[in-house]
């Protein structure tokens, strides 16, 4: 089964730093692009980043660039959010989504359950 | 930067009606364009790629067609279990989705 189960979410401070990890399973985990996408309570989706199955192309939404950094680590089949000087606005729930591998660019085809983050003091 | 907008951004519908929902690209993104659906509580999922094609499993009721800017999806017969948000999806360049459009049962 594909699977993709999201960790690392949880109350933090403004300002702090957070690292959500997601894990990977049921598919050949370095031959797909993988995202992060964002959800704050009661609102809609946002992307937040994208990497390449090699990490040679990495993207950013211009409301984290700067801030947030994507990694993955496909020996571990995981994939990384490195989320620092965090504000309230970045309160959402984060989901590990895998692009479909049906060309590039490419649409989401599978979603975590999501982990989710909450920025206040 | 490319805007994408949604119409209605929520409708009520009977069962068995056809609903049309409508996404627009504030500039010409070809055919790079899903819809995804999610239910209260649940995932997005995903519908429909490329404008007009059916993601596996995929009940047949979902439709999409479009290209360059302008972009529908359909439910041929609305469904109970259809009862969700709708989001469109661009996903060329940096990926964006619309606002989403509610879907309820009248």
């Known amino acids: 089964e594909v699977q993709l189960v999201e960790s690392g979410g949880g109350l933090v401070q403004p300002g702090r730093s957070l690292r959500l990890s997601c894990a990977a399973s049921?598919?050949?985990?370095?031959?797909?692009?993988m995202h992060w996408v964002r959800q704050a309570p009661g609102k809609g989706l946002e992307w937040v980043s994208g990497?390449?199955?090699?990490?040679?192309?990495?993207g950013y939404a211009d409301s984290v660039k700067g801030r947030f950094t994507i990694s993955r680590d496909n020996a571990k089949n995981s994939l990384y959010l490195q989320m620092n000087s965090l504000r309230a606005e970045d309160t959402a729930l984060y989901y590990c989504?895998?692009?479909?591998?049906?060309?590039?660019?490419?649409?989401?085809?599978?979603w975590g359950q999501g982990t989710m983050v909450t920025v206040s003091s | 930067d490319i805007q994408m907008t949604q119409s209605p951004s929520s409708l009520s519908a009977s069962v068995g009606d056809r609903v049309t929902i409508t996404c627009r690209a504030s500039?010409?993104?070809?055919?790079?364009l899903a819809w995804y659906q999610q239910k209260p509580g649940k995932v997005p999922k995903l519908l429909i790629y490329a404008a007009s094609t059916l993601q596996s499993g995929v009940p047949s009721r979902f439709s999409g067609s479009g290209s360059g800017t302008d972009f529908t999806l359909t439910i041929s017969s609305l469904q109970p279990e259809d009862v969700a948000t709708y989001y469109c999806?661009?996903?060329?360049?940096?990926?964006?989705f619309g606002p989403g459009t509610k879907v309820d049962i009248k």
């Open positions: 500039q010409g993104i070809s055919n790079y």
């Open positions: 049921g598919f050949t985990f370095d031959d797909y692009a």
């Open positions: 999806q661009k996903y060329n360049s940096a990926p964006l």
């Open positions: 990497i390449s199955w090699n990490s040679g192309s990495i």
């Open positions: 989504a895998k692009a479909a591998g049906l060309g590039v660019p490419d649409a989401f085809d599978i």
